[in-house]
């Protein structure tokens, strides 16, 4: 389990290095989604069709999913923050390639570099927030590093997509460039030594999810309802333009919503979890589920989009923050290593939601690619459901036995 102990630094500076965290989370979600809603100006630059262009989410989940739990272990000695400083130079400078990159593939090998440096992010970020803190506020930190992803869907996509529309969609990678800068700068001035904690190598990483059965059920309903939501959400700008006749001002309008929504799915499920965890995640997912439903049914109308959108993002904001919350109580004791396991699962999930749903969308239509969202999160949904009285009732082994169910854990460990 993470147990941050006491820093000789200030609560100021412990407290601005949490802020730079969650700056530094901003910055590696909005790089990784910006060509959500740039998909058909970048396909049309650089002359692809709108479904190959999606391969700019696909490739960048495939490596950030497949190559984590390897770096982790790999780098298992290496000072946090030198490695989140290396991080944020490699977003920095892959940023700026692709701004500038004459044609797709230089596109796409940029992002798949870039994707293995998102990947150990997601493995040590959150983890670097809860030990720059004294123990009692490790829970604080851990909410307010990971609402990096609520400002990130609120603000930054939206901003990425509105500047597409002032400007182009290189100046907007451009931009991003430059604020990767400026967030590798702050960790520098900022985050203090974090020496690297509960080293685990490559063999004990993957042996992670067999040994323990509670682990291995919730990677299973991650990467299902994350392969549905990426499966649709990706072609969200060309489904609103095929069927409602969306203008790109309209489009950012509806990434603004979703963003709120998310915020606000966190927000609730922040208090919920502490009540439930599993209820939580059941129901979030079925309201993910509905949102995809509400879509096909009212899609094709600008408020049927604004609804199903807004409920799209309350319950993508609070199954995002169960699943982290199922993750840490089914394996507290190796957090960076579960963690590691838990965004192979993830990324390589959005990777092949990505990929599956440009199949669907250019040879089927971009309704179709919403249609596989709905089954993909349904299975996730009835996976949850046949499994909670299995995992209640199933033998486990020792260090199992003695960890709390998750619906009886707090949101997050605490020391």
Same mark, same amino acid.
């Given at each position: 389990?993470?147990?941050?102990?006491?820093?000789?630094?200030?609560?100021?500076?412990?407290?601005?290095?949490?802020?730079?965290?969650?700056?530094?989370? !901003?910055?590696f979600v909005t790089t990784e989604l910006m060509p959500v809603g740039l998909l058909t100006?970048?396909?049309?630059?650089?002359?692809?069709?709108?479904?190959?262009?999606?391969?700019?989410?696909?490739?960048?989940?495939?490596?950030?999913?497949?190559?984590?739990?390897?770096?982790?272990?790999?780098?298992?000695?290496?000072?946090?923050?030198?490695?989140?400083?290396?991080?944020?130079?490699?977003?920095?400078?892959?940023?700026?390639?692709?701004?500038?990159?004459?044609?797709?593939?230089?596109?796409?090998?940029?992002?798949?570099v870039m994707g293995f440096a998102n990947g150990v992010f997601w493995a040590i970020g959150v983890s670097m927030a809860m030990?720059?803190?004294?123990?009692?506020?490790?829970?604080?930190?851990?909410?307010?590093?990971l609402s990096g992803i609520s400002i990130a869907t609120v603000a930054g996509i939206p901003l990425g997509t509105f500047?597409?529309?002032?400007?182009?969609?290189?100046?907007?990678?451009?931009?991003?460039?430059?604020?990767? $800068?400026?967030?590798?700068?702050?960790?520098?001035?900022?985050?203090?030594?974090?020496?690297?904690?509960?080293?685990?190598?490559?063999?004990?990483?993957?042996?992670?999810?067999?040994?323990?059965?509670?682990?291995?059920?919730v990677i299973i309903a991650v990467a299902l309802y994350v392969l549905g939501h990426f499966a649709a959400y990706t072609f969200i700008r060309p489904f609103a333009e095929h069927y409602a006749g969306a203008s790109p001002d309209f489009i950012t309008v509806l990434l603004v919503i979703y963003g709120a929504g998310g915020a606000c799915g966190? !927000?609730?499920?922040?208090? $919920?979890?502490?009540k439930n965890l599993r209820a939580t995640f059941v129901t979030a997912c079925s309201g993910l589920l509905a949102s995809l439903l509400v879509l096909q049914a009212t899609g094709h109308t600008r408020a049927g989009l604004i609804v199903s959108v807004a409920l799209w993002g309350v319950s993508f904001g609070a199954v995002n923050l169960c699943q982290i919350n199922l993750t840490l109580s089914a394996a507290p004791d190796t957090f960076e290593a579960a963690m590691s396991i838990n965004t192979l699962g993830y990324n390589t999930s959005i990777?092949?939601?990505?990929? !599956?749903?440009?199949? !669907? $969308?250019?040879?089927?239509?971009?309704?179709?690619?919403?249609?596989?969202?709905?089954?993909?999160?349904?299975?996730?949904?009835?996976?949850?459901?046949?499994?909670?009285?299995?995992?209640?009732?199933?033998?486990?082994?020792?260090?199992?036995?003695?960890?709390?169910?998750p619906a009886e854990e707090p949101a997050y460990p605490s020391s």
């Open positions: 389990m993470v147990t941050p102990e006491e820093h000789p630094h200030t609560p100021l500076r412990s407290w601005l290095g949490v802020a730079v965290i969650t700056a530094s989370l !901003f910055t100006p970048v396909g049309r630059n650089l002359g692809v069709p709108v479904g190959v262009a999606g391969l700019m989410v696909t490739l960048y989940g495939l490596s950030a999913g497949l190559g984590v739990p390897f770096i982790t272990a790999w780098t298992r000695r290496v000072n946090r923050r030198v490695l989140l400083s290396v991080l944020l130079a490699i977003l920095a400078v892959g940023n700026l390639v692709t701004s500038v990159a004459p044609n797709f593939p230089l596109v796409l090998a940029t992002r798949l030990r720059l803190v004294p123990g009692r506020h490790a829970s604080r930190a851990a909410a307010i590093a500047l597409e529309s002032l400007t182009s969609w290189r100046t907007t990678f451009l931009i991003w460039s430059g604020l990767s $800068a400026l967030v590798f700068v702050a960790v520098a001035l900022v985050i203090p030594s974090l020496p690297s904690q509960n080293a685990v190598s490559v063999r004990e990483v993957f042996e992670l999810p067999v040994k323990n059965v509670r682990l291995r059920l966190n !927000f609730i499920a922040g208090w $919920a979890v502490a990777a092949l939601g990505a990929f !599956f749903g440009g199949l !669907f $969308a250019d040879n089927f239509g971009v309704r179709s690619a919403v249609w596989l969202g709905v089954a993909l999160t349904a299975a996730s949904l009835v996976i949850t459901l046949g499994t909670t009285r299995r995992t209640r009732t199933t033998p486990t082994t020792t260090t199992e036995q003695n960890t709390p169910t």
